[in-house]
Structures are given as C-alpha cells and as structure tokens.
C-alpha cells in the first residue's frame, strides 16, 4: 500500500532501544479508515512499530509520516489532537478519580483563551458511557480492578476524539465478555464514527473477527498484510507462531478460525475415551 494515501505510515525506518535493533528498513501504511491489528509472537516489534507510530519512539533512521508531513515536525498538541494513544502499560497520578483522569484526554483541545467548555464535558461523559466506567466516575483510579482501569484509560482515549486511534494490547486484563465490548466498541467507532483504529491484539480469532487488515509480524519484520481471510492461513500461523491449525470458518461472522491441532497424545487419548463409551 503506498504511503501517499495513508494519513499515517512508517517509511523505511529503523527502530528499537538503545543500542538494539528491532526493525531495519521497516514500511508499512495504515489504511485511511479501516480497523488494522498487527499479530505476531512476543518480543516480535508490534509494541515497537506502534510506540514509533505514534512519536513515543523515535526511529534511529527514516520517518514516520502524519498526514505527508514528519511526524516529528509537529508540535506535541497537534500530534494529540491528530492521534490518540492507549500505550501498553500506564500508570495513574496517585490518588486521582476516574472522571478526572477521562477528562486528561481532552488536554489537547484547551488554549490558553479556551479552558474547560461544554464540548469538553460532553466528549467525558460520552467516552465514560460508552466504556461503562460512569457508576465510577468519582472512584479513585487506585481502587479498581486492572479491568476496570483498563476500561478508564480507554475511555481517556476515547475523549480525546482524535480521528486516528492506536491501541497497545487494549483488552488486557478483561474477562471474556468486556474483551467482547472493547472491540465492539472499537468497531464502531470504525464503522459509524470513521476511525482510523490500529491495535495490537494477541488473540488471533479476535483480530481476524474484527479487524479489516492485518499486519503480521515475526522477527522484527512484516511478513504478510491485507484482509484476514488473505493473511490468516495455516502455513502463516505456522511460520509466525510456529503453531499446527487448521482454519475453518466462524459459524458467526465467516471470518478465518484458527482452530490448534491437537498433539499425537491428545488424539489417543481422546480415541481411547471414545473406544471405553462405545463398550460400555
């Protein structure tokens, strides 16, 4: 995809920490107004890839661009206001409440002549709502449970209301059905609000369910993108993961199902169990 008609893309860059390299020569182009997750093992450069994406990390060599310009040319406010980040990990100002901290999403937006206005608290209070975080808006953020800060911090991005939208690993922590309401959410967004959204997601039947595009990673480097029905096969999980499946598709949305292949010792086991119900 070429990075004239992406508002965000890395073009060849080099990144990592310190003296270590994690990706050499990297080009990617997040497509305008689709829902992208990037898949691949721990330690392959996802996190790395987003924290350059988003001017947290600056590339050793090439650029990232915002919108044809490098992003490093702007200003920190104007990048915020372009582009909101939920990072992997992030910690709370000790002792602050929910409302409070959902309310730092709107930073971007104030001037020196402009503070605090009626836009502002509509933005909190729609992102509270629809992360399900009101009944704790007055709650101190130390109190909750990592799923309820989870949901908190999302919903600091969420008021941000930046049209570009980069997600580290959003579902951590979350039990089964809110990892359901987080990426229904994000779809949304996506599909009704006209988000750019790119998120790094560990579960693969996930990313294929939700996603339009996916970047798989090994080693630093892109091994493959487009639709999940292109990019996720079984040859691909095998390289990447070095996991046997098989893909069928989801009864529920059509989507790729990776589906693991069970060990030699599993299939005799289970022939065995099957044999003993048949004698008896």
């Known amino acids: 995809?070429?990075?004239?008609?992406?508002?965000?893309?890395?073009?060849?860059?080099?990144?990592?920490?310190?003296?270590?390299?994690?990706?050499?020569?990297?080009?990617?182009?997040?497509?305008?107004?689709?829902?992208?997750?990037?898949?691949?093992?721990?330690?392959?450069?996802?996190?790395?890839?987003?924290?350059?994406?988003?001017?947290?990390?600056?590339?050793?060599?090439?650029?990232?661009?915002?919108?044809?310009?490098?992003?490093?040319?702007?200003?920190?406010?104007?990048?915020?206001?372009?582009?909101?980040l939920l990072p992997q990990t992030s910690v709370a100002p000790e002792g602050i409440s929910v409302s409070d901290l959902v309310a730092r999403g709107r930073y971007p937006h104030q001037r020196l002549i402009r503070q605090w206005s009626k836009a502002d608290e509509v933005a909190v209070v729609a992102a509270m709502a629809a992360t399900g975080v009101t009944e704790l808006s007055a709650r101190s953020v130390d109190e909750l449970s990592g799923g309820q800060r989870q949901r908190v911090w999302v919903a600091m991005v969420l008021a941000q209301q930046t049209p570009l939208?980069?997600?580290?690993?959003?579902?951590?922590?979350?039990?089964?059905?809110?990892?359901?309401?987080?990426?229904?959410?994000?779809?949304?967004?996506?599909?009704?609000?006209?988000?750019?959204?790119?998120?790094?997601?560990?579960?693969?039947?996930h990313a294929c369910r939700y996603a339009d595009h996916i970047i798989a990673m090994k080693d630093g480097a892109i091994v493959a993108e487009g639709p999940p029905a292109q990019v996720i096969t079984a040859e691909l999980v095998e390289l990447v993961f070095g996991l046997r499946c098989v893909i069928i598709d989801d009864p529920e949305s059509g989507t790729p199902l990776v589906i693991p292949r069970a060990r030699a010792r599993d299939r005799r086991r289970a022939a065995e169990t099957s044999t003993r119900k048949e004698l008896l």
């Open 1 to 84: 995809m070429s990075s004239a008609a992406s508002r965000l893309s890395a073009d060849n860059v080099t990144i990592g920490y310190e003296k270590r390299v994690i990706s050499e020569d990297l080009t990617v182009a997040i497509p305008d107004g689709a829902f992208t997750v990037i898949v691949g093992p721990n330690a392959c450069g996802k996190s790395t890839l987003l924290r350059a994406l988003s001017r947290l990390l600056t590339p050793a060599a090439g650029q990232v661009l915002l919108d044809g310009k490098a992003i490093s040319s702007y200003p920190a406010k104007e990048v915020a206001r372009r582009l909101g």
């Open 165 to 205: 939208m980069l997600l580290d690993e959003p579902t951590t922590f979350l039990d089964i059905a809110h990892q359901i309401e987080l990426l229904e959410l994000f779809t949304d967004l996506n599909r009704d609000g006209g988000h750019t959204l790119v998120a790094v997601l560990h579960d693969l039947n």
